[in-house]
């Protein structure tokens, strides 16, 4: 593991969008795994300015996001697909087509999962993981339980999260209370990770992630067992 502590948010988004653009640009036609929530916004913001100056190249790249709240469709200004629009797909020149974000409104969510996961493993699985760390220790929708969840499934979301997340939707009862989520097969068989989170209230629960015992009560940790995983952190 790679643990790298930077004095700025800034300093982290420009690092994870470092390693980000080196993968596009040595394999152009690469797959990437995209997370949501506010820590990744820098580092799509510097990615898009690369991207106007013609430094990254995403027009054959594909893109799997790690989750979608039940119930939001793509439309909904708190839906991940919009987000993952908003503040990444629409400024960079990458197909749409080959973005993909599971489909919280799907008439049968199990077969939702089963079809976002095959098409994952279609696609030859994902070369680079991007993720955030939610404050249990969950990364996508993997919330805290007794056991690791292997596939791309539908998650309860934990009354913590909920709280977290409301900042966003202005009001907690507004929030969706289940997600789906991929599982932690396709998370660890990413060939590389990056996992980046900042502010003082990340510090403890990364280092009970990767300081402490690998344990499905803490979702994260299992990533202590993947060879590449590069961790970014700032404290501001
Ligand atoms: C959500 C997302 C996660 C994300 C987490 C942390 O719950 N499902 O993928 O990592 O929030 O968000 P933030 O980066 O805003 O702290």
Same mark, same amino acid.
């Given at each position: 593991?790679?643990?790298?502590?930077?004095?700025?948010?800034?300093?982290?988004?420009?690092?994870?969008? +470092?390693?980000? &653009?080196?993968?596009?640009?040595?394999?152009?036609? /690469?797959?990437?795994?995209? !997370?949501?929530?506010? &820590?990744?916004?820098?580092?799509?913001? =510097?990615?898009?300015?690369? /991207?106007?100056?013609?430094?990254? %190249?995403?027009?054959? $790249?594909?893109?799997? +996001?790690?989750?979608?709240?039940?119930?939001?469709?793509? &439309?909904?200004?708190?839906?991940?697909?919009?987000?993952?629009? &908003?503040?990444?797909?629409?400024? @960079? +020149?990458?197909?749409?087509?080959?973005?993909? $974000?599971? +489909?919280? /409104? !799907?008439?049968?969510?199990?077969?939702?999962?089963?079809?976002?996961?095959?098409?994952?493993?279609?696609?030859?699985?994902?070369?680079? =993981?991007?993720?955030?760390?939610?404050?249990? *220790?969950?990364?996508?929708?993997?919330?805290?339980?007794?056991?690791? /969840?292997? %596939?791309?499934?539908?998650?309860?979301?934990?009354?913590?999260?909920?709280?977290?997340?409301?900042?966003?939707?202005? %009001?907690?009862?507004?929030?969706?209370?289940?997600?789906?989520?991929? *599982?932690?097969?396709?998370?660890? =068989?990413?060939?590389?990770?990056?996992?980046? !989170?900042?502010?003082?209230?990340?510090?403890?629960?990364?280092?009970?992630?990767?300081?402490?015992?690998?344990?499905?009560?803490?979702?994260?940790? @299992?990533? =202590?067992?993947?060879?590449?995983?590069? $961790?970014?952190?700032?404290?501001?």
């Amino acid at each position: 593991m790679k643990f790298f502590k930077v004095d700025s948010y800034e300093k982290l988004s420009r690092q994870a969008a +470092n390693i980000i &653009s080196a993968q596009v640009i040595l394999k152009p036609d /690469c797959v990437l795994g995209l !997370a949501t929530g506010s &820590s990744p916004i820098g580092t799509y913001k =510097q990615l898009i300015k690369w /991207c106007d100056k013609g430094d990254v %190249d995403f027009s054959e $790249v594909t893109t799997f +996001n790690l989750d979608e709240y039940v119930g939001l469709d793509g &439309s909904h200004d708190q839906s991940y697909r919009y987000f993952m629009n &908003s503040n990444f797909f629409d400024h @960079i +020149n990458i197909r749409k087509e080959n973005t993909f $974000v599971p +489909n919280g /409104c !799907a008439e049968d969510l199990d077969e939702e999962c089963q079809n976002y996961e095959n098409m994952i493993r279609k696609a030859g699985g994902i070369d680079l =993981q991007l993720l955030g760390l939610g404050l249990d *220790g969950h990364i996508g929708f993997n919330e805290p339980d007794e056991y690791f /969840c292997r %596939d791309t499934h539908i998650a309860d979301l934990h009354e913590s999260t909920i709280k977290a997340n409301a900042r966003f939707f202005g %009001d907690e009862s507004l929030v969706p209370t289940q997600a789906i989520t991929m *599982g932690m097969v396709s998370i660890m =068989q990413a060939k590389k990770i990056i996992l980046i !989170a900042n502010g003082q209230g990340k510090k403890e629960i990364l280092e009970k992630a990767f300081y402490g015992p690998v344990t499905p009560f803490i979702p994260a940790s @299992i990533l =202590q067992l993947h060879p590449d995983i590069t $961790v970014i952190y700032s404290e501001n």
